[in-house]
């Protein structure tokens, strides 16, 4: 939202809300739980982490275990816990069997939710915008991937792919929404009586108001969460520690677009373009 001007930054402004790195201090109160030299991921809206240190309360912090790659420590923060808390009971608890219809499949959190939902047995759709992002998103555990774009960029009505990807035509139990307001009615269409619809992002814009009747045809349940909600001290490292051990498992995997931090701006065009795959890493200079 800060990217497409939605909410203006405070200037002087040092971006960054995760990162990792090493410990060179640490409170008393805290170091023998986090002594200098170990390895740590962290989270936190003004980590500032576009920058060589930064000062971070070790209630959002966890310790990163061995084996784990900085790029993995690093996904494993704010997508990683996402798809941990939005595949939880406390979103939806996706199950074998359930339909799960998850948008921009080839986009990082698209990734990472349709591995987990995958991985439990459950039927994964997804929609995409190219061919390569479609073999991309099936790659990740996806069983069908649909276009809601051509090749020359026009936009396609996915609803009825979707619906006949689902099992048996009827529909999705859930469907994961990161678009928004482009693909918000379609998500109506293609639900399920009582099925949930998750937005959680708005990278087409956010949609048009509705009244609660909007919901009532098919007795809908809408969630709008937000990760920092999720994830206060000690439920962070829970479920910071639950999502390192799926990559220890090889139940996620990550894919990386990497940039330097003098691009920094090519990273966010990038972006907001949606011609990146996977996690965006800023890489800082030592």
């Known amino acids: 939202m800060v990217q497409r001007g939605l909410i203006p930054p405070s200037l002087p402004l040092v971006p960054g809300m995760e990162g990792v790195g090493i410990i060179e201090a640490s409170g008393s109160k805290v170091a023998d739980s986090y002594p200098v030299g170990a390895r740590v991921a962290y989270m936190a809206f003004n980590a500032k982490s576009y920058g060589q240190y930064a000062a971070i309360s070790a209630g959002a912090a966890a310790l990163v275990p061995e084996g784990i790659s900085w790029e ?26 359930d339909n799960v219809l998850i948008h921009a499949g080839a986009g990082g959190m698209g990734q990472l939710l349709t591995q987990v939902a995958s991985y439990r047995g459950a039927n994964v759709v997804t929609t995409v915008s190219t061919a390569s992002k479609a073999e991309l998103s099936k790659a990740n555990g996806a069983n069908i991937a649909v276009r809601y774009s051509d090749d020359a960029g026009n936009a396609k009505d996915w609803v009825q792919d979707a619906l006949a990807a689902s099992t048996d035509g009827k529909g999705f139990e859930v469907v994961y929404d990161s678009v928004g307001k482009s693909t918000w009615n379609g998500d109506k269409e293609v639900l399920k009586a009582r099925g949930r619809l998750v937005l959680y992002g708005d990278s087409s814009g956010s949609p048009d108001p509705v009244s609660p009747g909007w919901f009532a045809g098919k007795s809908l349940t809408f969630s709008r969460p937000v990760l920092f909600h999720y994830v206060p001290p000690g439920e962070f490292q829970t479920r910071a520690k639950e999502v390192f051990e799926w990559i220890q498992k090889g139940i996620i995997k990550f894919e990386y677009t990497k940039f330097l931090l003098v691009d920094a701006s090519k990273a966010h065009e990038a972006m907001l373009a949606r011609k990146t795959t996977g996690k965006v890493l800023i890489e800082i200079p030592q």
Do not use: E, N, R
């Open 72 to 97: 993995d420590a690093t996904g494993a923060m704010m997508q990683g816990l996402t798809a941990h808390y939005l595949l939880d009971k406390d979103v939806f608890q996706v199950k074998k069997g």
